[in-house]
């Protein structure tokens, strides 16, 4: 048993202590036929007593109250450190949890964003996997329904007997005995919401109600900040015409892409493409139809390749493709799959091109079956879709 614990059961008996010793003096004065001078001295004496008592005792809580405030106030100026630092939403929201537990008081939390309005998509949990919680839950439904519909939070000390949990299946799954749902709202917008639980009874004071919305308060305002400059990030990263990723991206995609092919004893090739008569295209339609083309262009690109291919455009007309864990074989297939479905599409007025289509010249090279060098890497996919590019502008002359 700590000490603590052993003032606490001492402190509670106190006043019974005082009367037990009290009570046979007492007694014993009032039963007597001769009034005692003393008398009077005891019972001012068992009086301040109790009233020391009492107040120790007042004291004692008030301390204990004001330890557990500075407590929720260090992980407030903890977590306030962190979002001021934290541009990662990944990073944000995982301390955020590890805060709630061992800051906050709480066993569980849940933190869940909105993926459109009528649906919330949890992105960080320190619930065990065995309780099976969703991915996704309806944004309008039961603890998160209550809190996003209200705007406000809602605390829950008893769950199996509120009335406002109308589904108490998850409690009975969970076993939490206290609970709460926080909306995540940033200047008016509704992001999602933050869920903790107890599963030991919770009070929620008005304290401890006041720093949990501060904190979460906090959490909305980082949250935004953190999908804000992911957002920049990926723009600064993206082809604003195409859609597709940028040359910068490329570049440092195709380092990264080599580094882990000779880390892993892989290979990886590259795909580069020119499209076929665009510069006759702008001279016919205009630029302003030419870069219209080229949108729709990275759409079906994009849809051509697999998912783990990286369609970028390199510059101009010219795009690339790099292939991650694809040998040459691999390469030539994809090639082939991308050709046949540019092919596909009929891109607005270029029936009025050679050959009445859409096509493209395509170049591939595979580290390190041909080279083990990055910028050679790319060369040889470029010469390669020159040479494609010239014979077929030369078999057309030839037979035009």
Known sequence: MSLMEMKQKIRVPFFFILAVAGTPALYAAFTSSVWRPGLLALVGALLIGFFIA????RFYRAKQAVEAQNKLLKSLYKASELFAFSLEPEDVLHKSLQIIRESLGFDYADIWLLENEKTLRRVASNLPPVFGTPETFPADFCLPG???SSGEGVYIEDPLNDERITDKTWVRQLGHASEAALPLIHQGQKLGVVIVASMRPYLFTPERCELLQTFVNQLALSIKNALLYREMEKKALVDELTGLFNHRYFQDALDKEIKRAEREDTPVSLIMLDLDYFKEYN??????KGDKLLREFGSVLQEAVRGSDIATRYGGDEFAIILPNTDEDGALQLSARVVKRIGQHAFPGYEQMPG???????GYATFPSHTKNKVELVKLADDQMYKTKEVRRASRKATS
């Open 146 to 148: 209550l809190a996003l």
């Open 356 to 362: 009445g289509r859409m096509s493209v010249s395509v």
């Open 54 to 57: 009492f107040l120790s005792e």
């Open 283 to 288: 001279d016919t339609f205009g630029h302003p």
